[in-house]
């Protein structure tokens, strides 16, 4: 990503400038992963629709990771599932940031007792919102963007991603004998 | 590692492609996974592989009292709110003999068919945006959210309510709801030819769909498939005419059934299906009393002892539920038989031969939630 | 249509956002694309009339400054392709919303006017990389050759009298030839991809290509026996009188057919199939590489249109009031014909975009083998009897 | 045919008690008999043993019948009744894998909705952990077998492949 991205470096006044343009533009072209996984997938899918319609900010789905901006964990996330879903995070170009939507994305929701379930997506990836609910109303995923929104675009707000997230959970692909990532 | 693909490549075959479908991909609705075999276009080979959503709630709930048990069952068909909760309810009444008064029973069957509605408008915008439209996707869920805020108003909760219980309905109807639910109807009917136009009508619908994915009669019956799907295929079953509960014997209602068996039958019946809904609402709207009891007598920690199958015929088909219970006040063991879940087996027999591009358009047809699938 | 009332009673209110034409600010919205129109006539006008007057005025009109002048205006028409790239996708937005009850962008920029400002600015602050399973050039080339064979077309279109970079007496086979090399794009990017939906992406490419190139060009052919000319300003000079669409119907339903194939435009947008093969051909791309095949895309959907009020609708015909052609003022008005005759086919794309569902790949060749050869060329031979008739 | 059965009525359905050499035939018996729509194949932990429970349909005059048999822990094995009823897969392979029941002669008989890597049966009632049943699930024994169970079948011809690996 290069300078650009770069939190590290001191900020003089040009690249500042040119920085805060950047990320004013990332923030007003939030495009979303299409990765549906449960209840909320339902209600994010409601939050395009005519009543609430979340393009009038800018944002539309894609479907390749590669082209996707923010992804949206719409459900509960299982052993099973958080194997791709790292796989997806990792596929998503920088800069990305990860919506946690619902009881269940967060920390298990009423699903977390049971032995299959992932206890919160933030032991997989990292989380910049979460909204509670189970599922959230449309209007509270369309606040969870526009404050991300704002993180991302307001200096202050804006946050130093960590470099690497402690896990319990095996879900970082490791290359086969031939050097190429094993289909999961 | 390799058996979680499913499907070997076949040595000396390099005509073959092995693609995977899945997880993440628009059109398998959800968390479905299927590893497909191209040649070319055309389909050799296909292995569904599902639980990418599986939430153990048959274990969990064992843990759970009855009252406990309802609410997580409605985060099975996500879509269809309601009506997952409906066997859970009527297997806990057959074995807690718990009556259930006459005007509970009218509720509960009028917020079964409105989820029905909502839940096959949700179909019918994803299928048309499988199919590459984006437009009736907008304009279906936009009803959608007519019939959940009429739910909301009621049941406090637009998609997930947890609002049947032992003996009848939570709360009493809202003030409005007639009006709201006669309202409703209006617009949909105003709506509807336009749906038909955009969908049933349409030439390019006709081209993808009419003979595609054809189950035949006796392979939809033994692959137990229900719901839309079995009626496609020119079986007249349906639960509620076959093993009536709540107020459906008392209204007068068709089972739209179609002998063609492929993907446009599907969406067909689908679409009967709401006009059949719109129907059985209207007479509900004029026989429910405007006051009266919504809830009978239910005992406050319900101890049962026994065992029940109830099904109900929820937007998709059958759903089934197995309760057990040892006499105390939790389930000894709950079985949910899913109605995608069957439906979803037929996909080798579906997929095998057609095109890959009708395959999206046989998978929309068969109208997986996973929630239901997977459990 | 009213969505039902929330109820008085409820303790917190929700505040509803439903589509309501009224608050769309409709004036707002024609202000903004009347500034993007403007841009865009200015900067036709600064191509075609403004930069050889400059140079005339400079006096370095021939050789070398003749080179530097085409390589100025070049220049220039790529700007212009950015406009119109910006332009259409804030169009394509605001008129997806409008057919499907809701407002589309509205909250950045005027009228949502700087939306797609903000997506090109974010696409370039966007990581850019290579698979390790790609071929590095290919996948590096595929979106250049793209956008390249779709801004070549420019160089034939006349916007007006005169108004064209190069008024080729074959400008007829450079398109045919021009066109082909797009689809060379979609394929070497979806192969060298690495990936498997990629590949069928660039596969559906190769075929669809395969099946209406040949009843485009047999179009080409009717138009070119009709007018007697294969220069794009001949073929427009000769619709003086009546529109070519009238006695051409058979070959223009054709052309419009072909145009929405080789714009991978729904109902015929099988490379990239969103639903079916997740992106199709640019599955592997991200940041400016894709930003490449979009722009290439919606330059296209400036350009087929364009090719179609050029083969059909008389090009830059219209009334002049008086005015002498050839001069600026006749040049910028009919540079306007031209522009609405295009934002009206623009529409109508846009409106099939919005309308029509997705047919199956193998169902184009079929019609494409089918019905649109047999008919192409009966729109030869229909074109061929009228002309040794009538002319 | 000499099956060893009992048969009760509950609610509206015929429930046929087997004994687990006997299940196939009679679900072939069942089958002559016309009950062509398999509903599902539930599994419970009965405590002195796992039971494998068949829901059926007529369609033609919608008959509703349910097939029992109860299986040891041991040899938690039955005959597989998918060429009868292809809609059986799934449901088989789902009590395979959520209650260890080995299905015998079932086409492809591998979990269905926990990975391949997995090695317990989670709906057996020895991993209950009173409801919070966090990551580490240590199986407790096998309770002993009750007085009033049947004999395992014989050990020949019910081998448990892939089952519990006890």
Redesign the interface.
């Known amino acids: ?1 290069g300078l ?2 770069s939190d590290e470096r001191p900020r003089d006044i040009i690249l500042g400038t040119l920085d805060d ?2 990320n ?3 923030s ?2 939030m495009w979303p ?7 909320c ?3 994010m ?2 939050t ?6 979340a ?4 944002m ?1 789905f ?6 996707a ?1 923010v992804m949206i964990v719409s ?2 996330v ?4 958080a194997k ?1 879903l790292r796989r ?1 995070y990792d596929q998503m ?3 990305k940031w990860v919506i946690s939507m619902g009881a269940c994305a967060n920390q298990g929701g ?2 977390r ?5 992932v206890e919160g997506v933030d032991k997989i990836v990292p989380v910049d919102v979460y909204i509670p609910g ?2 959230p ?1 449309p ?1 509270a995923l369309l606040q969870a963007l526009l404050l991300l929104r704002d993180k991302i675009s307001d200096r202050e707000l804006r946050y130093k991603r960590p470099q690497e997230i402690a896990t ?1 959970y095996d879900v970082f692909a490791e290359p086969g004998e031939d050097g ?1 990532i ?3 | 590692m390799s058996s979680t693909i499913g499907l070997e490549p076949v040595l000396g075959r390099s005509d073959e492609m092995i693609v995977n479908m899945g997880p993440q991909h628009p059109a398998t609705h959800g968390v479905l996974r299927v590893v497909i075999g191209l040649e070319g276009e055309r389909i050799t080979r296909a292995v569904p592989h599902i639980g990418y959503l599986h939430r153990n709630h048959e274990k969990i709930e064992e843990s759970r009292t009855y009252f406990q048990v309802v609410p997580f069952t409605d985060r099975m068909d996500y879509v269809s709110g309601t009506q997952n909760e409906l066997p859970v309810v009527l297997a806990v009444e057959d074995l807690a003999g718990i009556e259930v008064p006459e005007r509970a029973k009218m509720i509960r069957t009028m917020f079964f068919e409105l989820f029905r509605i909502a839940s096959h408008l949700v179909w019918m915008g994803t299928a048309m945006l499988d199919l590459g439209a984006i437009t009736p996707f907008l304009y279906t869920f936009w009803d959608r959210e007519i019939i959940l805020g009429i739910v909301e108003r009621t049941a406090g909760a637009r998609m997930l309510p947890n609002y049947y219980t032992f003996g009848g309905v939570r709360r009493d109807l809202h003030p409005h709801f007639f009006k709201d639910v006669a309202e409703f109807l209006d617009h949909l009917e105003k709506r509807m030819p336009d749906y038909e136009h955009l969908v049933l009508e349409n030439p390019i619908v006709h081209a993808r769909t009419v003979g595609v994915g054809v189950l035949s009669k006796e392979r939809a019956v033994a692959r137990g498939v229900s719901g839309p799907v079995l009626r496609a295929s020119g079986v007249a079953y349906d639960v509620r005419k076959a093993f009536p509960y709540d107020a459906y014997p008392e209204v007068e209602f068709e089972i739209p059934t179609s002998d063609a068996g492929d993907t446009y039958a599907r969406f067909w019946v689908r679409f009967q299906e709401i006009y059949q809904s719109v129907k059985i609402l209207r007479q509900l709207l004029e026989k429910t009393p405007k006051t009266g009891p919504f809830k009978g007598r239910a005992p406050a920690r319900l101890k049962i002892s026994g065992e029940r199958y109830r099904a109900v015929e929820n937007s998709r088909g059958e759903l089934g539920v197995y309760v057990v219970g040892d006499g105390g006040d939790k389930p000894y063991r709950i079985k949910h038989r899913g109605a995608a879940f069957s439906n979803l087996q037929v996909i080798p027999d579906l997929f095998i031969g057609a095109k890959f591009s009708d395959a999206i358009a046989i998978l929309s047809s068969l109208d997986p939630v996973f929630g239901e699938i997977d459990r | 249509m009213s969505l039902i009332p929330i109820p008085e009673d409820r303790r917190f209110k929700i505040k509803l956002i439903g589509y309501d034409p009224g608050r769309s600010r409709p004036w707002l919205e024609r202000f903004v694309y009347s500034l993007y129109v403007v841009a865009f006539w200015l900067f036709v006008i600064a191509t075609y009339a403004g930069v050889p007057a400059l140079f005339d005025w400079l006096g370095w009109d021939g050789g070398w400054g003749y080179v530097v002048m085409r390589a100025l205006q070049v220049v220039m028409l790529f700007l212009l392709s950015a406009v119109i790239a910006l332009m259409l996708i804030l169009a394509l937005r605001k008129y997806l919303g409008k057919v499907q009850e809701r407002y589309g962008p509205m909250h950045y920029g005027p009228a949502g006017g700087i939306q797609t400002v903000f997506d090109a600015l974010k696409l370039l602050g966007k990581e850019d990389f290579v698979p390790a399973a790609a071929d590095w050039l290919t996948f590096r080339l595929a979106p250049a050759v793209t956008f390249v064979s779709s801004f070549a077309i420019f160089a034939v279109v006349p916007f007006a009298s005169g108004w064209t970079l190069a008024d080729s007496n074959v400008g007829l086979i450079y398109l045919i030839a021009v066109s082909t090399l797009s689809a060379y794009g979609v394929l070497l990017g979806g192969a060298s991809s690495g990936n498997k939906w990629a590949l069928i992406g660039a596969l559906r490419a190769g075929a669809q290509m395969v099946s209406y190139e040949v009843p485009l060009a047999l179009v080409f052919l009717s138009v070119a026996v009709w007018s007697g000319s294969m220069s794009l300003g001949k073929i427009v000079d000769a619709q003086l009188g009546v529109w070519n669409v009238i006695p051409l119907f058979i070959p223009f339903v054709l052309y419009v057919i072909s145009s929405l194939a080789e714009l991978k435009h729904i109902p015929f947008d099988f490379p990239e199939a969103e639903s079916e093969l997740i992106a199709g051909y640019n599955v592997e791309y991200s940041g400016m590489s894709f930003a490449f095949f979009f722009l290439a895309e919606f330059v296209e959907l400036f350009l087929l249109p364009a090719l179609i009020v050029v083969f059909f609708f008389g090009g830059w015909h219209g009334p002049l009031f008086g005015l002498e052609p050839g001069t600026l003022a006749a040049g910028a008005l009919q540079s306007l014909y031209f522009s609405v005759k295009t934002a009206v086919w623009v529409w109508i794309f846009l409106w099939i975009r919005a309308t029509l569902p997705r047919y199956r790949d193998d169902q184009l060749m079929e019609f494409a083998w089918k019905a649109m050869i047999p008919l192409a060329l009966l729109g030869l031979v229909l074109a061929a009897y009228m002309r040794l008739i009538w002319r | 045919m000499d099956l060893r059965i009992k048969r009760e009525r509950l609610f509206d359905e015929d429930v046929y008690t087997v004994h687990p050499d006997d299940y196939r035939a009679l679900c072939e018996q069942l089958k002559k008999d016309g009950f062509d729509y398999p509903r599902a194949i539930s599994s419970l932990d009965m405590g002195y043993g796992l039971r494998v429970v068949l829901q059926l349909t007529r369609m033609s005059d919608l008959a509703k019948v349910e097939v029992r048999t109860d299986v040891s822990y041991d040899v938690a094995a039955v005959d597989s009744v998918t060429d009868l009823w292809p809609g059986v897969e799934w449901h088989e392979r789902e009590a395979y894998d959520l209650m260890g029941i080995s299905f015998r002669g079932h086409p492809d008989l591998r979990r269905l909705l926990l990975e391949e890597e997995w090695d317990l049966h989670p709906l057996q009632k020895r991993y209950d952990t009173g409801g919070y049943l966090i990551p580490d699930w240590r199986p407790a024994d096998w309770p002993d077998p009750a007085p009033w169970q049947e004999p395992a079948p014989s050990q020949e011809d019910a081998a448990p492949e892939g089952g519990e690996g006890e």
């Open positions: 990503m650009l991205g343009l950047i004013l533009a990332r007003r072209s992963l299409t990765f549906g996984i449960a209840c997938a339902i209600e899918m409601a395009w629709d005519p009543k609430v319609d393009d009038r900010f800018g539309f894609r479907n390749t990771p590669r082209q901006d459900g509960t299982n052993k099973k599932l791709r997806l170009a920088e800069p009423p699903f007792h049971g032995y299959s379930v189970c599922p109303r209007e319990d190429r094993p289909v999961l």
